[in-house]
């Protein structure tokens, strides 16, 4: 029997930009964050660089596209302004 014990699981990966720590998460929370808003799954399991690149991609891309515009008129009732 061999006396050095190594773990099973190493504790956190390390990696040019980001330190990823490993703790159980319940996939189905981190999938529903991601699918809510895209990045925000990365940053729950700590992948920060991804998870702010996307973020802030999504909060540009949507300014851009002036969707929040129309959304807002959608919801007030204004569909033609909202086309």
């Given at each position: 029997?061999?006396?050095?014990?190594?773990?099973?699981?190493?504790?956190?990966?390390?990696?040019?930009?980001?330190?990823?720590?490993?703790?159980?998460?319940?996939?189905?929370?981190?999938a529903w964050w991601s699918a809510?808003?895209?990045?925000?799954?990365?940053?729950?399991?700590?992948?920060?660089?991804?998870?702010?690149l996307l973020t802030l991609s999504?909060?540009?891309?949507?300014?851009?596209?002036?969707i929040n515009l129309a959304m807002?008129?959608?919801?007030?009732?204004?569909?033609?302004?909202?086309?």
């Amino acid at each position: 029997m061999p006396t050095h014990s190594t773990p099973r699981w190493t504790m956190a990966a390390v990696r040019r930009f980001d330190i990823i720590y490993a703790q159980r998460r319940t996939p189905f929370m981190v999938a529903w964050w991601s699918a809510s808003f895209p990045g925000f799954g990365h940053l729950l399991m700590y992948k920060n660089t991804t998870g702010v690149l996307l973020t802030l991609s999504e909060v540009i891309i949507n300014s851009l596209a002036k969707i929040n515009l129309a959304m807002v008129y959608s919801f007030s009732g204004n569909f033609a302004l909202a086309k």
